[in-house]
């Protein structure tokens, strides 16, 4: 597995940051190469991503969430795998640190191709910065969703 880490400081409240975050359906506004996320419950989601050419489709599970903090998930279906977290960090009361820790296992070899490459860190950083952008240029979350989910549960 390659482990993907990347931070952007966005100019909104940690629970403006954080309820956007919630909004997984709406991922593709600022998310590269990811063409639809389905939310099937409060704890998974169906996504349909399309990298250089390949289509991949795969469902994930929200194993922890604790509002204005973190949303750790890992995959369960499908030919990609991975798990991460992104956390949420009060800067001041208009500014928030969104970090992103991501443990992607390429498959195929265009994807092992491009992990080598650097592609995985560049989509990554390029995803981050676009999400500053769309919650910056918004002004304000399109949804929230503030339950708990607990590890083991």
Sequence with gaps: MSMVKEAVDVEVPVHTAYNQW???EEFPHFME????????????????????????????????QLPDERITWRTTTGDTKQKGTVSFQRLDDTRTRVELVMDVEPTGMAEKTGDMLGVIDRRVKGDMQRFKEYIEGRGGESGAWRGRIRPGE
């Design 33 to 64: 190469g990811v063409e639809e996320v389905r939310q099937l419950d409060e704890r998974h989601n169906h996504w349909t991503t399309k990298v250089s050419g390949v289509k991949r489709e795969f469902d994930t599970e929200i194993v922890d």
């Design 22 to 24: 919630t909004q997984f």
